[in-house]
T-cell receptor, first 116, second 111 residues
Framework: GAVVSQHPSWVICKSGTSVKIECRSL??????MFWYRQFPKQSLMLMAT?????????EQGVEKDKFLINHASLTLSTLTVTSAHPEDSSFYIC????????????FGEGSRLTVL | KQEVTQIPAALSVPEGENLVLNCSFT??????LQWFRQDPGKGLTSLLL?????REQTSGRLNASLDKSSGRSTLYIAASQPGDSATYLC??????????FGSGTQLTVLP
């Protein structure tokens, strides 16, 4: 159990286009999901906390108008990179939890975005 | 602001050796600590989770300890295998369940 799925696993797009990444909890309901990004050979940095039915909470320095997050249901959160530029190229990973007792987080496989 | 440090950044050992990975954090007010494994280009696999009230957790050849007062955790891997080669990430969770990650230890187990 506790499977988190991301789609697409990799995407290449032209500069200026928008890209949507989906994060699904397959076998549990997640009221909260987290979005991280990871640059090559670096660790994960939290971008935002996605709450079902409400606006996402963004970390300092993350542009909310550029990284649109929608958490429309208890099993789906989406991250849209709007007007992508080469510097947005990164590995994006989502996570979710259903363990209110331990807070254990489960991660998706990640989505590799390359902006040309 | 919580900061997590992992030492060493990279480690190479021959197969069969026991090894220890270190993690330290600056704010001891944590909810839990998790150790993850990440293979190149892949997502994260949760290895062990230690609640703030616990001192250690074990799973197979893995044992993780937590000393919250000193802000330290260790991941012990017994009888290492080539398949253990990966990057190991330590992360601590605050009250909001957000994780702060260390920069990882890249482990290579040589056959």
């Amino acid at each position: 159990g506790a499977v988190v799925s991301q789609h697409p696993s990799w995407v290449i797009c032209k500069s200026g286009t928008s890209v949507k990444i989906e994060c699904r909890s397959l076998d549990f309901q997640a009221t909260t999901m987290f979005w991280y990004r990871q640059f090559p050979k670096q660790s994960l940095m939290l971008m935002a906390t996605s709450n079902e039915g409400s606006k996402a909470t963004y970390e300092q320095g993350v542009e909310k108008d550029k990284f649109l997050i929608n958490h429309a249901s208890l099993t789906l959160s989406t991250l849209t990179v709007t007007s992508a530029h080469p510097e947005d190229s990164s590995f994006y990973i989502c996570s979710a939890t259903f363990r209110a007792d331990t807070g254990e987080l489960f991660f998706g496989e990640g989505s590799r975005l390359t902006v040309l | 602001k919580q900061e997590v440090t992992q030492i060493p950044a990279a480690l190479s050992v021959p197969e069969g050796e026991n090894l220890v990975l270190n993690c330290s954090f600056t704010d001891s007010a944590i909810y839990n600590l998790q150790w993850f494994r990440q293979d190149p280009g892949k997502g994260l696999t949760s290895l062990l989770l230690i609640q703030s009230s616990q001192r250690e957790q074990t799973s197979g050849r893995l044992n993780a300890s937590l000393d919250k007062s000193s802000g330290r955790s260790t991941l012990y891997i017994a009888a290492s295998q080539p398949g253990d080669s990966a990057t190991y990430l330590c992360a601590v969770s605050g009250s909001a369940r957000q994780l702060t990650f260390g920069s990882g230890t890249q482990l290579t187990v040589l056959p």
